[in-house]
């Protein structure tokens, strides 16, 4: 399996300022991670795909200036949200795929952001 | 494009009652189909795969094709099975990446 450890477990960020999060593989070397997006009792929305050394692929609807993504490393991927709303508070989950035998994903245990 | 429908956001059983937690697909090609569950204030794991016809946790999940459909069973809940469930499937395309249907709680009550 894989290990996912995301950094910090929660923010509190005024209007306006940006937050980055931070995701990391610990046993796993991870060429895409993924980026959720998670709202109070509801289901896990993809946002994008982090690509080492390249481009994130942003899934449809997602505002790719708003959420930057980062993946320098194969065990580092950064989400940062720019300018923050209250409307982007929410919990923000990523996740690294195995593939090996069985297809299985692993997930962070998430980032509470609120903006405020 | 591929979708995953859980109807019911929340399945309240009492204790030692059957539990069926729906999930219908749809899917260009075959699917393989997984159940994750979210304990309280735990990472989201995963239960079992369709593609290993497994039994995890006394909880087991057949793939209907006809139905398009992935319910997941168990025959006599318990207490510690309260959690949310989600119904996922990869991309279509990109199996790495997960879309997961919009979750059903399940209260199993003493």
């Known amino acids: 399996g894989a290990v996912v450890s995301q950094h910090p477990s929660w923010v509190i960020c005024k209007s306006g300022t940006s937050v980055k999060i931070e995701c990391r593989s610990l046993?796993?070397?991870?060429?895409?991670m993924f980026w959720y997006r998670q709202f109070p009792k509801q289901s896990l929305m993809l946002m994008a795909t982090s690509n080492e050394g390249s481009k994130a692929t942003y899934e449809q609807g997602v505002e790719k200036d708003k959420f930057l993504i980062n993946h320098a490393s194969l065990t580092l991927s950064t989400l940062t949200v720019t300018s923050a709303h209250p409307e982007d508070s929410s919990f923000y989950i990523c996740?690294?795929?195995?593939?090996?035998?069985?297809?299985?994903?692993?997930f962070g245990q998430g980032t509470r952001l609120t903006v405020v | 494009a591929q979708r995953v429908t859980q109807p019911e956001k929340l399945l309240s059983v009492f204790k030692g009652a059957p539990v069926e937690l729906k999930c219908n697909y749809s899917y260009s090609g075959s699917p393989e189909l997984f159940w994750y569950v979210q304990y309280s204030r735990q990472r989201l794991q995963l239960l079992l795969r369709?593609?290993s016809r497994e039994s995890i946790k006394g909880f087991t999940a057949d793939l209907n094709k006809g139905e398009t459909s992935f319910h997941l069973k168990k025959p006599f809940a318990q207490e510690e099975d309260s959690a949310m469930y989600y119904c996922?499937?990869?991309?279509?395309?990109?199996?790495?990446?997960?879309?997961f249907g919009s979750g059903t709680k399940l209260n199993v009550k003493p």
């Open positions: 996740s690294v795929t195995w593939t090996g035998l069985d297809t299985e994903a692993f």
């Open positions: 369709h593609i």
């Open positions: 996922a499937l990869p991309g279509w395309g990109n199996f790495n990446k997960f879309y």
């Open positions: 046993d796993f070397q991870a060429t895409t």
